[in-house]
């Protein structure tokens, strides 16, 4: 099957969902069709928002959990003011600069951007880091979410909370999933993006993935 993409198919969901594994395995699709690509991590875009980090460790405004795995997760607690005035904006300028340097120039390169975590990821840590579960009404959260580009294709993988707890170690507890999962759910029905279950096999997962591509039109088959 040759697949011809759109320029930039961006994957988001709560961690476990398999975003990882099948934004490879769609850019292994991609390569052994001969396309250009690059696959990108739109975990963490921290710019000016790095040293900021630091001042409000500092302040204790963010609770380190250590994980069972000897990994540390850190829980932000930015809804005080003005910290939670200010955090959404500084985030903002973060993303302008990561899109540009992350997908714009490649795309203008000519390669297909396969994006693992997007804009919308970014946009709903915001939310839980702040406690404002309705950002995405702002004004900030809507010029968020007016950097996704006009020609993107955004999927959502979802799963229960209980499987993806299972499938990850380095998750400190369950409530962390559950906020999440919500907001996604409501940012993606408000924004008709498509929703894919995976609590099936990884194969089911990802013909439904292709199918929701190449009903979109973004993505043709030829056998």
Same mark, same amino acid.
């Given at each position: 099957? #040759?697949?011809?993409?759109?320029?930039?198919?961006?994957?988001?969901?709560?961690?476990?969902?398999?975003?990882?594994?099948?934004?490879?395995?769609?850019?292994? #699709? %991609?390569?052994?069709?001969?396309?250009?690509?690059?696959?990108?991590?739109?975990? #963490?875009?921290?710019?000016?928002?790095?040293?900021?980090?630091?001042?409000?460790?500092?302040?204790? %405004?963010?609770?380190?959990?250590?994980?069972?795995?000897?990994?540390?997760?850190?829980?932000?607690?930015?809804?005080?003011?003005?910290?939670?005035?200010?955090?959404?904006?500084?985030?903002?300028?973060?993303?302008?600069?990561?899109?540009?340097?992350?997908?714009?120039?490649?795309?203008?390169?000519?390669?297909?951007?396969?994006?693992?975590?997007?804009?919308?990821?970014?946009?709903?840590?915001?939310?839980?880091?702040?406690?404002?579960?309705?950002?995405?009404?702002? %004004?900030?959260?809507?010029?968020?979410?007016?950097?996704?580009?006009?020609?993107?294709?955004?999927?959502?993988?979802?799963?229960?909370?209980?499987?993806?707890?299972?499938?990850?170690?380095?998750?400190?507890?369950?409530?962390?999933?559950?906020?999440?999962?919500?907001?996604?759910? #409501?940012?993606?029905?408000?924004?008709?993006?498509?929703?894919?279950?995976?609590?099936?096999?990884?194969?089911?997962?990802?013909?439904?993935?292709?199918?929701?591509?190449?009903?979109?039109?973004?993505?043709?088959?030829?056998?």
């Amino acid at each position: 099957m #040759e697949l011809l993409p759109s320029r930039l198919i961006c994957v988001i969901g709560v961690d476990g969902s398999g975003k990882t594994a099948h934004t490879k395995m769609l850019l292994s #699709e %991609l390569k052994i069709s001969g396309r250009k690509c690059k696959y990108v991590w739109f975990r #963490e875009p921290y710019f000016f928002s790095f040293p900021l980090m630091y001042v409000f460790r500092i302040l204790h %405004l963010t609770k380190v959990i250590c994980l069972p795995n000897k990994r540390i997760q850190g829980e932000h607690r930015y809804n005080v003011n003005p910290i939670a005035l200010v955090w959404p904006w500084v985030r903002l300028v973060d993303l302008i600069i990561w899109i540009v340097w992350q997908v714009y120039i490649p795309v203008w390169r000519g390669f297909v951007v396969i994006c693992d975590r997007f804009i919308h990821d970014i946009l709903v840590d915001v939310m839980i880091d702040i406690n404002n579960l309705k950002l995405y009404h702002t %004004l900030v959260g809507q010029l968020m979410l007016k950097l996704v580009p006009s020609f993107s294709m955004v999927v959502m993988l979802d799963i229960s909370e209980a499987t993806a707890f299972q499938r990850k170690n380095d998750i400190a507890h369950l409530n962390y999933l559950v906020a999440r999962r919500r907001l996604y759910h #409501e940012i993606s029905f408000c924004l008709k993006i498509p929703i894919i279950n995976t609590d099936k096999s990884f194969n089911a997962v990802h013909k439904d993935l292709q199918e929701i591509i190449i009903s979109l039109g973004n993505w043709s088959s030829k056998v």
